[in-house]
């Protein structure tokens, strides 16, 4: 069943083979950083279009989905996952990481200790999580609050060498208030994840179960042996 | 990066297992702060899984020297009206550690785990410089400095008893040992170590490959499985935790029956595929299964037998003997003798009500080992706001001398965290607290082997098989073997995991001899015939955990009324025990008698139901009460506070294609 070729059961789902070849992707992807460089904020400028000064710990959300009409024949849902307002001491759980296609870490240019930060939240995500043919996930770094002062003195080239060697597959200098090159930055990573995508389809398990609410209805009706 | 800590929060729950982050994730979604802590740098202490090099730094861990049961330095913390109740420093579950190799070592000395950042591949690396000077061996082998018997057999069994052999084993001249049935003479003689091995035969595993793909494994400390109508099954749906893992049937039911290995046929397909059985075989174990499916039905078919054994009962149901071996070791998973008809009975219903749910046999496990269980519940509860801190120690709790309270915590920073509740895994208590005690071992025993026990057409087997024991009295050994596709061990190896209640003093002396049963050493079969029968063992390790369920709460000296226990994991196969403890808090007086005003308040619809404690009530609420959260049905007569709503808030936002296109949903057509 690959994924979700399956496109969306629309009104004319009925007339069979007449219905146009969408693909459907669902790519989990992470966002990383230290406390308060912005992650939220981000997620929400890019998700709901809104950004609020007023940073408040998401309660009950695991994720903020967005959906992409990337092209005339495919649909990207993208799920980004903010770290849980208080796993913040680094102690994520693999729950977290686990499927993960694609990520951003974040840090604040006006707070240089955040930079520093960088690599640590590099190697635990390459140490957590891998495609199924072992290499890292597409990973982009995220300048954030590029509206204030530059903090951690790097220059654009530096910043190019910084990515090349630590693994990173782009950066970008981004600003959730005034909501600069988000979108830009997304699209790059979705570029990057689709790309994965064809050079190494997901072999889907098809015994792998989910366990969930609607087999339990389902199932409660037809008892068998 | 971490920022200090809030000084004050609701409920601190100390300790990552199964039953605590229940706990944690209840408190949390019901609206409490929340501080979990662990002192170990992982989640889930003795229900965790490992990658390889993870468990080895995990065997390392319990190989070094104890530096002292209790913290020091609390005393001057704690004020004049209180008392503090000192925590263990440094965890006494774990005994009797050892570990063989059966596997050849290449000449690569220095082989590392790929991508293996955050651990410690030191020890990986150089096993044998880092060596503690009791262990036995060597990882490069030569012989004659192995001889030494340094395991004696007089080791206090209240100290970690640790026994690491890396490299060939050679017990020869090993006095304690001598008697070691794993015959390893021929072992001897196969190069090892930088010797010739230049000619690797194809397919053969070795210990640097699985070194190297060390991340491939997820290892259980705990093995067991999930009944698909079980407690824990149904906990993990109603809580939507479910949606953080993913899960799979085991695919075959396994006897052992005069030193072969069968497959147990259990579902009504399996019965009449199957080509051990006669058509009068067939007819029989249908009828009787289709009788234990309703045995309440018609008493009168066993009440004269309700408490004689179970297998004197079935002797008489009209089953040949290799079928009565079956239900009672394999399907009803009890032991002669031991159990009542009755329990037998229920044992079997339970197994065939499980049947079919999600597959054709009764359990299910999650990818990724049993460790994401407890990461799973983490999680919601940091979702809902729960702080979380791993290799975070606690040096003692702090109880107010007048009211017999405890009203904090005191970490291993010295900083004081105050909390009206405390959930504390039993292994965090002291010998003081725990004079009393009286606990349980568990014998375990993981082995990487290179092929099933039983041979099928698809080598992608999970498989459950109960190993009946040998003399009566004596414990049958349970065996779950998972394969490659469960995402807890590297292609083209096995996965197995031996888990029985202690009896002996170690748990090798305890499983060795099924494990003889089962599997050849690797380096005894390269010299036999290539054709031979068992699988391979390449890699082994035994240990003792301790087991800490089912006591009561009495049993430990002086813990104040507002500190909770939650045991470690049991050795039954199912998961009711830990799940149970979500109901922890509230046991004792309170539970029976909130639980019955719990039901007719439903009924009631009343708002003012609960009038006692709030955060025993919004416990109740959350677990008693998820059958009707859930549905949605009953949720302002519960009195739900707008937290639940969350809930409606999550489901359009959860992608219509990650819930199962339903095969049930057949009725459009």
């Known amino acids: 069943m690959a994924g979700g070729a399956s496109g969306e059961p629309g009104p004319g789902a009925a007339a069979g083979s007449a219905v146009p070849e969408t693909q459907e992707h669902l790519f989990k992807v992470l966002v990383i950083g230290e406390l308060g460089v912005g992650k939220t904020s981000i997620i929400k400028r890019y998700v709901h279009q809104l950004f609020s000064q007023h940073y408040r710990a998401t309660i009950g959300v695991d994720f903020a989905l967005k959906v992409l009409n990337w092209d005339s024949k495919t649909l990207v849902r993208l799920q980004l996952w903010d770290i849980a307002g208080q796993e913040r001491f680094g102690n994520m759980t693999r729950v977290y990481y686990k499927e993960a296609v694609g990520a951003f870490v974040v840090f604040d240019i006006s707070r240089g200790s955040t930079f520093e930060a960088v690599l640590k939240w590099k190697n635990d995500l390459d140490s957590k999580v891998q495609l199924p043919n072992g290499i890292a996930i597409p990973t982009v770094l995220l300048a954030n609050k590029c509206d204030q002062n530059n903090d951690s003195g790097h220059s654009p080239s530096q910043m190019d060498q910084f990515c090349k060697e630590n693994g990173f597959t782009g950066w970008f200098e981004t600003s959730a208030k005034d909501n600069i090159n988000i979108d830009e930055a997304v699209r790059f990573l979705v570029e990057n994840i689709l790309a994965n995508h064809k050079n190494f389809p997901n072999e889907d398990d098809v015994d792998k179960i989910k366990l969930d609410q609607d087999t339990l209805r389902a199932e409660s009706k037809s008892q068998c042996c | 990066m971490a920022d200090k800590l809030p000084s004050e929060f609701d409920v601190v729950v100390i300790g990552t297992g199964l039953p605590e982050s229940i ?24 229900w965790a899984s490992f ?12 190989q070094e020297e104890s530096d002292g049961d209790e913290w020091a330095a609390w005393q001057e913390l704690v004020l004049e009206a209180e008392e503090g109740i000192a925590l263990r420093k440094k965890d006494q579950t774990i005994q009797h550690v050892e570990v063989i190799c059966y596997a050849s070592q290449d000449s690569d000395e220095h082989v590392e785990e790929v991508g293996a950042v955050q651990k410690n591949p030191a020890f990986v690396t150089s096993a ?26 007089e080791t206090s069994q209240e100290v970690p008893d640790v026994d690491a052999t890396l490299g060939n084993e050679n017990h020869v001249g090993d006095a304690d040992c001598s008697e070691s049935p794993l015959e390893q003479e021929k072992a001897e003689n196969v190069p090892v170590g930088e010797a010739v091995v230049d000619v690797p035969k194809k397919n053969r595993i070795t210990y640097s490959q699985i070194v190297k793909e060390g991340r491939r494994f997820n290892i259980d400390l705990t093995s067991k499985l999930l009944y698909s109508r079980g407690l824990l099954t149904d906990l993990l749906i109603k809580s939507s935790v479910s949606r953080y893992a993913e899960f799979k049937n085991v695919t075959r039911i396994l006897g052992y029956r005069e030193g072969n290995v069968l497959q147990v046929p259990c579902s009504r397909a399996d019965v009449f595929n199957s080509k051990k059985l006669t058509m009068v075989e067939k007819r029989m174990l249908m009828k009787f299964l289709t009788f234990c499916l309703d045995y309440e039905q018609k008493p009168e078919d066993y009440k004269v037998y309700e408490e004689c054994p179970f297998s004197e009962y079935l002797k008489t149901q009209k089953l040949t003997p290799s079928l009565q071996h079956f239900v009672l070791h394999s399907i009803a998973m009890t032991s002669e003798g031991s159990t009542s008809t009755l329990d037998g009975l229920r044992e079997t219903q ?59 915590i005191i970490d291993h920073f010295g900083q004081r965290i105050s909390a009206k509740y405390f959930i504390v895994e039993d292994s965090y208590l002291t010998e003081k607290t725990c004079s009393n005690v009286a606990y349980r071992q568990i014998s375990r025993a993981v082995l990487i ?33 998972f394969c490659s596709s469960t995402m807890t061990c590297m292609k083209g190896t096995y996965l197995v995991h031996l888990t029985c209640p202690s009896s002996k003093k170690t748990a090798r002396e305890d499983l060795e001899s099924v494990v003889q049963k089962l599997f050849v050493p690797y380096a005894e079969a390269e010299l036999e015939n290539e ?25 430990y000296n002086d813990l104040p009324s507002n500190v909770y226990v939650c045991s470690g994991p049991d050795c039954s196969l199912g998961n009711k025990n830990a799940v149970q403890q979500h109901q922890m808090p509230v046991m004792q007086a309170f539970e029976i008698n ?22 025993l009530n919004s416990i109740i609420v959350s677990f008693s009460a998820l059958p009707y959260l859930c549905t949605g049905v009953q949720n302002d007569s519960l009195g739900r506070s707008e937290l639940w ?6 489901l359009p936002t959860r992608p219509a294609f990650l819930k199962e296109t339903a095969p049930h949903s057949s009725q459009k057509a």
């Open chain 2, 51 to 62: 990658s390889f090099s993870g468990l080895l730094s995990w065997i390392k861990e319990y």
């Open chain 2, 449 to 481: 082997t290179d092929r099933s026990v039983l041979k099928a057409d698809s080598d992608q087997q999970t498989s459950i098989l109960t190993v009946p024991p040998e003399e009566p009295g004596s414990v049958a050994v349970r065996v779950v073997e």
């Open chain 2, 531 to 555: 054709e031979v029968e068992k699988p391979n063992l390449l890699w082994a390790l035994y240990f003792n955990m301790r087991d800490s369920s089912g006591i009561d709460r009495d049993s």
């Open chain 2, 23 to 46: 706990v944690a994730a209840a408190c949390s979604r019901s609206g409490q702060s929340v501080l979990h802590v662990d002192s170990r740098s992982y989640y889930g202490g003795n």
């Open chain 2, 350 to 408: 339970n197994f065939l009500r499980c049947l079919g749910r999600y597959g054709n046999t009764p359990f299910l496990f999650p990818l990724y080992g049993q460790g994401e269980l407890p990461q799973c519940f983490c999680r919601m509860c940091a979702v809902f706001g729960g702080t979380y801190c791993l290799s975070h120690a606690v040096q003692c709790l702090v109880v107010d001398k007048e009211s017999g309270k405890c009203k904090a």
């Open chain 2, 645 to 650: 709503k969350v809930d409606m808030i999550w």
């Open chain 2, 128 to 153: 044998s410089s880092n060596d503690p000077p009791d262990s036995t061996g060597t990882a490069c082998s030569d012989t004659s400095e192995l001889t030494a018997p340094l395991s004696e057999p």
């Open chain 2, 594 to 615: 909130l639980r019955t005003r719990y039901s007719q308040d439903v009924q009631e619809s009343s708002r003012t139901i609960y009038q006692g404690d709030p955060w």
